[in-house]
T-cell receptor
Framework: KAGVTQTPRYLIKTRGQQVTLSCSPI?????VSWYQQTPGQGLQFLFE???????NKGNFPGRFSGRQFSNSRSEMNVSTLELGDSALYLC???????????????FGPGTRLLVL | AQSVTQLGSHVSVSEGALVLLRCNYS??????LFWYVQYPNQGLQLLLK??????LVKGINGFEAEFKKSETSFHLTKPSAHMSDAAEYFC??????????FGKGTRLSVIA
């Protein structure tokens, strides 16, 4: 079975621009969660989508948004980019919801975003 | 609320020595606990997972972890370190209706 894939792997943007990142989960998985990883803050939960519905949301500003399609693929969007948005963005998929079920989440390789 | 604390941001061991990475959790309900490993420029790979079936959990690559409720700990061990174990290790927990919460990570260096 193919693993979680994320595109693009690397991205350079300038302040004020917007960016869209894509995540394709493992076949059959219905949950996709997004995380931001930075050296200072570590791994922080952004949001989870399960069967096209946002199930949970972390403590991030409204500039961060996401969606999930009927084939379970997910996108996250960051508008009005700031320098502090530079990070590795990881998505993870699981067959059941990633919230409260103890279900194992399988991670993609991440998208490294650099904001100049 | 769930929180996970990893003691030591950097641990250095000699090749062949015992690896011990510490993780403590706080939770008002029995948690699910995980250890993940991250190699440079890669995502996270699951090493092992605790789901209350057994307190001693065996994972991949010779790692294991013991859940100790009295100490609220879930430390990761490996009897003999290998050079290929050098990576960053993350402890994570989940309880109730919360998403997965990660510790800050511990970078393991293995010295030849």
């Amino acid at each position: 079975k193919a693993g979680v894939t994320q595109t693009p792997r690397y991205l350079i943007k300038t302040r004020g621009q917007q960016v869209t990142l894509s995540c394709s989960p493992i076949s059959g998985h219905r949950s996709v969660s997004w995380y931001q990883q930075t050296p200072g803050q570590g791994l922080q939960f952004l949001f989870e989508y399960f069967s096209e519905t946002q199930r949970n949301k972390g403590n991030f500003p409204g500039r961060f948004s996401g969606r999930q399609f009927s084939n379970s693929r997910s996108e996250m969007n960051v508008s009005t980019l700031e320098l502090g948005d530079s990070a590795l963005y990881l998505c993870a998929s699981s067959s059941l919801s990633g919230t409260g079920t103890g279900e194992t989440q399988y991670f993609g390789p991440g998208t490294r975003l650099l904001v100049l | 609320a769930q929180s996970v604390t990893q003691l030591g941001s950097h641990v250095s061991v000699s090749e062949g020595a015992l690896v011990l990475l510490r993780c403590n959790y706080s939770s008002s309900v029995p948690p699910y606990l995980f250890w993940y490993v991250q190699y440079p420029n890669q995502g996270l790979q699951l090493l092992l997972k605790y789901t209350s079936a057994a307190t001693l959990v065996k994972g991949i690559n010779g790692f294991e972890a013991e859940f100790k409720k009295s100490e609220t700990s879930f430390h990761l061990t490996k009897p003999s370190a290998h050079m290929s174990d050098a990576a960053e290790y993350f402890c994570a927990g989940q309880s109730g209706n919360t998403p997965l919460v990660f510790g800050k990570g511990t970078r393991l260096s293995v010295i030849a």
